[in-house]
């Protein structure tokens, strides 16, 4: 990449791992073989975000609604989490990678939730890159979850309803110490959000490809990098605004 692309980098990525069932069938592989490749797949992804400069990494590991899947792939999926964070964990380290968790807890088992604060806590001073791991989450949850808050910081005299608005809003979902999501990137040929970072992705521009998640590659990584800085984002300004800006700065 060059140096001019390093500049439009997006700060903050965000991925939905989609497609590692249809990668299973496609390959007459074994049930759950295909989220076992997935897993795979995210090491080389997040090296290569910390590699060329992007601050902040989110992914869809565990959406609210897959806890309707069947329960065998639940299981599997719970336990390939925790696989995944102990296998993270010296790599964290060794890159200087902060790893944190959002959404909901509470359906999680107490040793996967133990393990999450751990791993939070063990690498929570690495500054390099910030990797979020979404289990059990969903966006309108985290706006739900955030709203309760503010009423309970409201009931107990803690803010003004006058002070509601959205920057104060803002401080209370997940993710709120980071930069918004610049670029949100779906694998699998879906085209919808699927209800992940609702309000952080407000702004992000979007990426949608057909190449299922275990086949998506550092180099279709790197093209959805350049589709990005060639997007002009307006945040409601008009292209005129934006090109006088530039030339002012």
Known sequence: ????????????????????????????????????????????????????????????????????????????????????????????????????????????????????????????????????????YGGMWDMAHAAKTIAQDALAGKLQIDQINVDLFDKYVSLNDLPAVDLLIRTGGDYRLSNFLLWQAAYAELYFTDTLWPEFTIQELDHAFRIFSGRERRFGKTSEQIQQAKIEN
């Not at 989110?58 to 609604?65: L, R």
């Open 1 to 136: 990449m060059t140096s001019q692309e390093e500049q439009l980098l997006p700060q903050h990525v965000a991925i939905i791992m989609d497609g590692n069932n249809r990668f299973a069938k496609k390959n007459q592989m074994q049930k759950g073989d295909g989220h076992r490749e997935g897993k795979n797949i995210l090491d080389p992804i997040v090296e290569h975000c910390k590699h060329v400069g992007v601050k902040a990494l989110t992914v869809f590991a565990f959406s609210s609604e897959n806890w309707k899947r069947p329960q065998y792939e639940v299981d599997l999926l719970m336990k390939l989490l925790e696989e995944t964070i102990h296998e993270q964990l010296p790599r964290m380290e060794k890159f200087n990678i902060s790893l944190r968790f959002i959404g909901d807890r509470s359906k999680l088992s107490s040793e996967l939730r133990d393990l999450m604060q751990y791993a939070e806590q063990k690498t929570a001073t690495f500054d390099s890159m910030t990797l979020t791991i979404a289990i059990s």
